[in-house]
């Protein structure tokens, strides 16, 4: 068994979380006071549920052991989730991880909560530094920060794409010496390549590059304006943080939520009118754009994506706070879905990890996990050269980040104390993932 965790709160988040913790053989004790939320994981899921408020110290107190390792409060109430954590710590020594949506609670040194919290997931500002590279660069079909100043980023290969129809090792002559090509994506198979292979229209590149130079290896040009459909938090978020350096603006069909919005967005220019509106979708949208649907309702958002696509957008990006898979727009010309579930889900999960050296990210579109592991001295892999590690052979070690430079490997490379490692491994919905499981066996 891995170990124990205590989670407060059966939310869409949670569940996509439970799913990666239990396949990794973590024993979970999940806490809510909705009984049919907890019927539902009950079902699905070999778990133990406990039904009370999850921010009473006696729930709180029944929930723990001394063996449990990580409470995870994630109800949808901040002050819930900080109450929880404040509890918590007064009884035992458990590492505590918190969701807040409103940063304004922990913004003050003297806030009593703070010394309870060990790490804290703001859900606004992970969701952004999941998507703000490719809310500039959408080509990219994601762009993940792995460390050291380095993005992991795939990129689908067009007909009139530069890297298209050339060997990988020509491609090296006109790439920064930043970049480095970890793994190649074809006919829905991520396979074994060489220097001298050539690639063909329609391949997915993964590549690690320096997040200064990801411009470099784009074939667009970037998208200088941003359009957002329909207030949220997320959007007032976004709209703030693009609005830097960003032209930004704003639909929202309701008039009280538009007024609210204007007053928070002093950069930002925001409309009252309807987002479903095709003839007012039609004199907004340019080609150099990034359009944006981040409502709280997931349907809303799905029929604003579609609207917009309809009427031009090339690049749309559609916010799902709730719907997991399966559901009949999942397969679109959307062109990028924002799972908040998942996101938030990864960020945990790279807390939960960090101890052991290894951050974890899982993108969707090409069912790709990257795992960055760094060696320490005392790490079994260490001196150890690539041919000699014996892994599961769906791992793939796609690049070695050495003295804060990319390098392509090679099976005879030697690992060293300090190197970092991008391990990729292909993925099915709800399959286990083997590289996890193999670097925490270690």
């Known amino acids: 068994?891995?170990?124990?965790?205590?989670?407060?709160?059966?939310?869409?988040?949670?569940?996509?979380?439970?799913?990666?913790?239990?396949?990794?053989?973590?024993?979970?004790?999940?806490?809510?006071?909705?009984?049919?939320?907890?019927?539902?994981?009950?079902?699905?899921?070999?778990?133990i549920t406990i039904h009370g408020k999850p921010s009473h110290p006696e729930v709180i107190k029944s929930s723990l052991s001394d063996e449990t390792q990580y409470l995870i409060a994630m109800t949808q109430d901040d002050e819930t989730n900080l109450l929880t954590c404040y509890i918590a710590k007064s009884i035992t020594a458990v590492t505590?991880?918190?969701?807040?949506?409103?940063s304004a609670y922990l913004s003050k040194s003297e806030n009593i909560y703070t010394h309870a919290i060990d790490y804290t997931i703001h859900i606004n500002q992970s969701i952004i530094e999941d998507i703000k590279h490719i809310f500039i660069h959408p080509e990219f079909i994601h762009a993940?920060?792995?460390?050291?100043?380095?993005?992991?980023?795939?990129?689908?290969?067009?007909?009139?794409?530069?890297?298209?129809?050339?060997?990988?090792?020509?491609?090296?002559?006109?790439t920064p010496k930043s970049c480095v090509i970890s793994g190649l994506y074809r006919d829905g198979v991520w396979r074994s390549f060489r220097k001298n292979t050539r690639t063909t229209e329609g391949d997915i590149l993964l590549v690690v590059i320096h997040q200064d130079q990801l411009a470099s290896i784009a074939n667009q040009p970037p998208c200088t304006e941003i359009l957002f459909l329909g207030n949220s938090t997320l959007a007032i978020s976004c709209c703030q943080y693009f609005s830097k350096q960003n032209?930004?603006?704003?639909?929202?069909p309701n008039k009280k939520l538009c007024n609210l919005a204007a007053s928070q967005l002093p950069k930002t220019e925001v409309?009252?009118?309807?987002?479903?509106?095709?003839?007012?979708?039609?004199?907004?949208?340019?080609?150099n754009q990034t359009v944006a649907a981040l409502s709280p309702d997931d349907e809303n958002n799905l029929v604003y994506s579609f609207q917009a696509y309809d009427t031009g957008a090339l690049q749309t990006f559609n916010l799902i706070n709730k719907i997991r898979e399966g559901h009949i727009f999942e397969s679109s010309p959307?062109?990028?879905?924002?799972?908040?579930?998942?996101?938030?889900?990864?960020?945990?999960?790279?807390?939960?990890?960090?101890?052991k050296k290894v951050?974890?990210?899982?993108?969707?579109?090409?069912?790709?996990?990257?795992?960055?592991?760094?060696?320490?001295?005392?790490?079994?892999?260490?001196?150890?050269t690539i041919n000699d590690l014996s892994l599961d052979p769906h791992i793939i070690i796609g690049c070695i980040i050495r003295d804060e430079k990319p390098l392509f490997t090679e099976k005879t490379t030697a690992l060293l104390a300090g190197d970092k490692l991008l391990i990729y491994?292909?993925?099915?919905?709800?399959d286990s993932n083997p590289a996890i499981k193999a670097l925490l066996s270690q």
């Open 1 to 47: 068994m891995a170990g124990i965790i205590t989670i407060f709160g059966a939310s869409a988040s949670c569940e996509a979380l439970i799913e990666q913790l239990v396949q990794l053989g973590y024993q979970i004790t999940l806490v809510d006071n909705d009984l049919s939320a907890l019927t539902h994981f009950e079902k699905n899921y070999n778990i």
């Open 96 to 102: 505590t991880i918190t969701c807040i949506h409103d």
């Open 144 to 174: 993940n920060y792995i460390g050291g100043g380095y993005l992991s980023a795939s990129v689908k290969l067009t007909e009139d794409h530069p890297w298209t129809g050339i060997s990988l090792e020509k491609m090296e002559n006109s």
């Open 247 to 252: 032209t930004t603006t704003l639909l929202e």
């Open 271 to 287: 409309i009252h009118t309807n987002p479903e509106n095709k003839k007012t979708l039609m004199t907004m949208i340019s080609r």
């Open 334 to 355: 959307i062109s990028h879905m924002v799972l908040k579930t998942q996101i938030i889900s990864d960020h945990i999960m790279r807390n939960i990890l960090s101890e």
């Open 359 to 384: 951050c974890y990210y899982y993108t969707r579109p090409n069912l790709l996990q990257l795992i960055i592991l760094e060696i320490l001295p005392e790490h079994p892999f260490c001196n150890q």
């Open 425 to 430: 491994t292909p993925h099915k919905a709800h």
